[in-house]
Structures are given as C-alpha cells and as structure tokens.
C-alpha cells in the first residue's frame, strides 16, 4: 500500500499544532512609522479587540516602550483591563459614558469619547455630582452614520455649550471617515469640510479625524492625533502601492495527514471540490474555530515548504485541506504558513472576500501565541 494512503501516515492532535507568532517589534516599528509621516502631530494606539486579535497584554505595553501614551479601545472592560497594564496612560472609551458605565469610568480615570446629547449630559452631571473637572472626548458624526453627535445634536450643543459641558475638560473632538482606504473617494473631502465646520462651531480643543488609512490621506486629515489601528499589526494603509508596515503576525497550523486521492473522488463537507487529476493532499491543524474563513473554502492559499497551495474542500470546524501535489518532501508535523510573509494579510483577507479587520480579530483563543521582540 502506498505510504500516502496508509493510516498510520498521520499523528494524533497533540499541543501546539496551531501557532500564532506576535512580533512585537514590528507592531512598535508600524507605530514609529506613524510617528514620521504624520509628525507633528500626535499618534495613538488602537487596541480595541484585544488588540485586533494579538494580545493587548503584550501589545499595549509594548507601545507604550516605543512611545505610546495614548490609547483608544471601544468597551468599558477593555479600558479597565488596559488601565491595569498602563497606569499612566490616557484610555479613551470610545463606547463613550453610559449609565452604568460611569463608575467604573471615574474608577479608573478612563476618559469616555460622548456621543451623544445624553451621554454629554450624563458625563455632566457626573463631573457636578463629584464636584470635580472630568476630561471628556466629543465624537462629532460626519457622515458615518454609527456613533457620534449628528448634525442637529452638534447645533444645540454648539448653541449651549458652555451649560451643557459644564464641568467638563473637552480634551479632543473626534470624527471618523467612512471611504479612507478609498482615495478616490469624495466623502473624504466631503467629510473633512464637515469636520471643520464642527471645529469652528464649538469651543477649542485637540481635533483627530484619521486612523490608519485616513493618516495617508495628507497632512490637512492629520490635525493634532491620528489613530491607526488594523496598520500598527500589518495592514497595509494605502490603497495602492506597496505596504509600508512591516508583518505582525504569522499565523501557522500542523499538517496532520497526507493522503493521494484519485480524478473524481471529492475533499470536505458538501463535496465542493472535485478532483481533475491523481492529487496528494495534506490536512491542516487550522479550521473556522480558529479563524480561517470559511468565505476561504477552495478560494485560499497556504504556503508549504515555501511553496503555495490551494485551499481545496470546505474549510471545517478544526481542519482545511491543501492540495500539495508537485511540493516535495511534505511531511507530517510540518507548519504550514497561512498568514505571516508569505501569505501576506491583505491576500488572506482578499482571498477570503472579507477585510484585514476580520481576519485578526477572528484568530481564536485556542491558537498557543508566541511573543517576539520587545
């Protein structure tokens, strides 16, 4: 019988067959970076999402040693957690000042981004209650439509300002744009004018508009801070050209069986693939509970022993299979690349018809994440 088809040509699961290697220093080399095309101006850290999927418990910390004093992350737990790591730090909620999140915002000095007529309220009558000045962020709504003051809001409060941010340190007005990984786009022109008229209507203060493709868009979207996220782990934050971030994250899995299936005969769940020729295929310790998309089934790539192979067959649970026939001296136990140099970011995200967001903050929990640099 012919070693490919013998059963006992495959290991059992054991610990470690998947991997995902953190380079902490190419994380503060991507924040560095900013530092230089957006100087000088300010540059925050985005670690929402536990940092996009890498860990903000050695992430954060390690941008705050390449200079970080700023953070941004959405919910109230994660600017608790954050607190915790950086003592010194400035945190902003950008989930902004809800009812029941007030406590623990004054608790642990985190500064929620208001979004509303409401929450300005709220945050209000909370610097008044204490009898102190609480720093606050103002999210203006430009044209996003998602969180932040719409037009309306912005006009009673601009006409009433200095009542209904009584008690508060207005430490930065922020938007958010819509098409910025689009240059071509006219909303961000549109956007930007929008943002602007918002400045001149309220009191002064630090402004920001861009993050991580925003920043690209020239210094008149820079004013005081920029806020990259998805590019400080990878992402390219230009539409067009080549990346200038440096890789983040790589991302491998074990191969677990090798196997030479016949023309006809078909791979995975629902038979979606078929074979047009004798082919040897390799099983991978990898499936969408670990985050590779299922968008990805007989459309992804992996890289064997430097060498690229399709993704064949329905993306499973806990597996996905390669087509690895021609790529010599495959084995089992060898990794196999399915993020990293490679198979870079955005090609996963492209292949998988989603974006660079969704592939990182899908890694799952039960990927062993290995630390480098820093």
């Known amino acids: 019988m012919d070693a490919a088809r013998n059963p006992r040509h495959s290991v059992p699961m054991i610990e470690g067959t998947s991997r995902l290697d953190v380079r902490l220093g190419a994380i503060a080399a991507n924040y560095r970076a900013y530092g230089r095309m957006a100087g000088p101006c300010a540059v925050a850290g985005v670690v929402k999402a536990d940092a996009y999927g890498l860990g903000a418990a050695r992430v954060a910390p390690a941008l705050a040693k390449a200079g970080c004093d700023t953070f941004f992350v959405a919910r109230l737990e994660e600017g608790v957690g954050l607190r915790k ?166 991302l491998t899995g074990k191969v677990l069986q090798i196997r030479r299936i016949d023309s006809g005969e078909a791979v995975g769940y629902g038979a979606t693939f078929r074979a047009k020729r004798p082919t040897m295929l390799a099983t991978i310790a990898l499936g969408y509970a670990d985050g590779i998309p299922r968008s990805a089934t007989n459309q992804g790539i992996a890289s064997v022993r430097g060498t690229r192979a399709p993704i064949v067959g329905r993306v499973s649970m806990d597996l996905t299979v390669l087509d690895i026939t021609g790529i010599d001296g495959v084995e089992v136990g060898d990794d196999v690349e399915f993020l990293g140099d490679a198979v870079t970011l955005g090609e996963a995200a492209r292949l998988a018809s989603t974006n660079e967001y969704e592939i990182l903050t899908r890694l799952a929990p039960r990927i062993a994440r290995h630390y480098e640099g820093q």
Not at 117 to 140: G, I, K, N, Y
Not at 148 to 177: D, I, Q, Y
Not at 194 to 213: E, G, I, T, V
Request: charged fraction near 15%; charge should be negative.
């Open 85 to 250: 790591l950086l003592p010194d730090a400035r945190i902003f909620v950008l989930d902004g000042a809800q009812a029941d999140a007030v406590p623990a915002l004054i608790t642990h000095r985190l500064t929620p981004v208001l979004n509303s007529l409401e929450q300005v309220a709220a945050w209000s009558a909370t610097a008044s209650a204490t009898r102190s000045a609480l720093d606050a962020a103002l999210h203006v709504d430009t044209g996003i439509n998602r969180l932040g003051l719409p037009g309306e809001e912005l006009s009673v409060l601009a006409a009433e300002a200095r009542t209904r941010l009584s008690g508060l340190n207005l430490v930065l007005v922020m938007s958010h744009l819509a098409c910025a990984d689009d240059t071509a786009s006219k909303m961000n022109a549109q956007q930007l004018s929008r943002f602007k008229q918002a400045l001149a209507m309220l009191p002064a203060a630090p402004a920001s508009l861009a993050a991580s493709h925003g920043a690209f868009l020239g210094a008149e979207y820079h004013f005081d801070l920029v806020r990259p996220g998805v590019a400080l782990y990878g992402a390219n934050p230009q539409s067009a050209g080549a990346n200038l971030m440096q890789t983040a994250a790589v």
